[in-house]
């Protein structure tokens, strides 16, 4: 299928010293300033966030999930109410993943076999059915502007005859789903497996690239390998990937994760970290990670986090946070959720800026030594 001419990748600086770019991607709903993140907003929500929340602290582009969506509320009923945008009331650009992380997520549920993977339902235990075919169909009933090719996520640790059976059926699924696609204002992403061995990645991209997606996704990271492994296999699989389109990293992750993966070429990024980890009173700061349940904070007056604009930041205090989680109050989750996606909309959008300014090196540099972080 033809790509559409709604969307284009315009690459506008490259850093001389790291493989760091920052670019724009334009999509029929808007453009996307890369390096970005998306928040996951599995079931057309971000947990306990407006749309005009996520603009306001500089959101770009939202993730849904197809499996969820599929069991509740259903496709048809997504489609019947205008696709998600509508349904959900963000009109920024969406992209919906295949439902391929859950035969890795929910092994337990699911069967697999070469022509699809068969799950039973976490809700009700009834059986929902997903074959490349249906992921596509499932994603065009619910509109995204950037869709995935259904593939295989196995274990980090599984031997190589299954690590290789999985990248070759992801590259089969891939032509499959190419095959089904009907629709041309949908993006639709390859997805390059092969764990953390390179021979494995090597093939899985070389395969897909015969395919000519307009993007691509490295997956089956961020599943149970050290950070230094998914460094060192983004080192070898990235540059693979053509230059000339978006290069999405699944799943990942933390704020050091975002910066070393910008720092090897990738542009785009979802983790349900910030979201997850505001549920639970951890917030990302310019300093480092803060509990907010800890006693030491009673008494704190100061903001969340002094170099911070989001409305947390500007309009409360550390000990009224911490007060909202004590009183197990529902506008804590809310509070933090909201900073914590705030504080990573602004260090990639600083990232944006050091990489235009060829300063990417020192930059992360003084953000990993602000954090602790060995550099």
Known sequence: MSESSSFQFHLDHTDSTTSSR?????????????????????????????????????????LANTYHLALRPGA??????????????????????????????????????DDKVVFRSHIDGSILSLSPADAVRIQEQLGADCIMCLDECPPHDVSEEKMLSAVE???????????????????LFGIVQGGTMPSLREK???????????????????????????????DYTVPYLP?????????????????????RGVDLFDCVMPTRNGRNAM?????????????????????LDSECECPCCRQFSRAYLRHLFISKE?????????????????LL???????????????????????????
């Open 22 to 62: 920052a670019g724009r991607w334009v999509t029929p709903h808007g453009e996307v300033k890369t390096p970005a993140f998306m928040p996951v907003g599995t079931l057309a929500t971000v947990k306990g966030l407006m749309p005009e929340q996520l603009k306001e602290i500089g959101v770009q582009k939202l």
């Open 76 to 113: 048809d009923v997504v489609e019947e109410m205008g696709g998600l945008h509508e349904f959900m009331n963000w009109h920024g650009p969406i992209l919906t993943d295949s439902g391929g992380f859950q035969i890795f997520s929910l092994a337990k549920l699911s069967k697999l076999d």
């Open 169 to 187: 059926r992801t590259t089969r699924w891939a032509q499959k789903c190419r095959d089904a696609q009907k629709r041309d204002d949908q993006a």
């Open 204 to 234: 899985s991209a070389l395969d897909l690239l015969k395919l000519d997606f307009p993007g691509y996704a490295i997956g089956g990271l961020s599943v149970g390998e050290a950070p230094s492994e998914m460094y060192k296999t983004l």
């Open 243 to 263: 230059v000339d389109r978006p290069r999405y990293l699944m799943g990942v992750g933390t704020p050091v994760d975002l910066l070393r993966a910008v720092e």
């Open 283 to 303: 917030a990302f700061t310019s300093s480092g990670p803060v509990k907010m349940r800890n006693l030491k904070h009673r008494h704190d007056a100061s903001p």
């Open 330 to 346: 529902m506008l804590g989750p809310i509070l933090l959720s909201l900073h914590n996606i705030a504080f990573y909309q602004k």
């Open 349 to 375: 959008r600083e990232m944006r800026k050091a990489i235009s300014l060829g300063t990417v090196s020192e930059f992360i540099s003084v953000q990993l030594a602000r954090w602790g972080v060995s550099v």
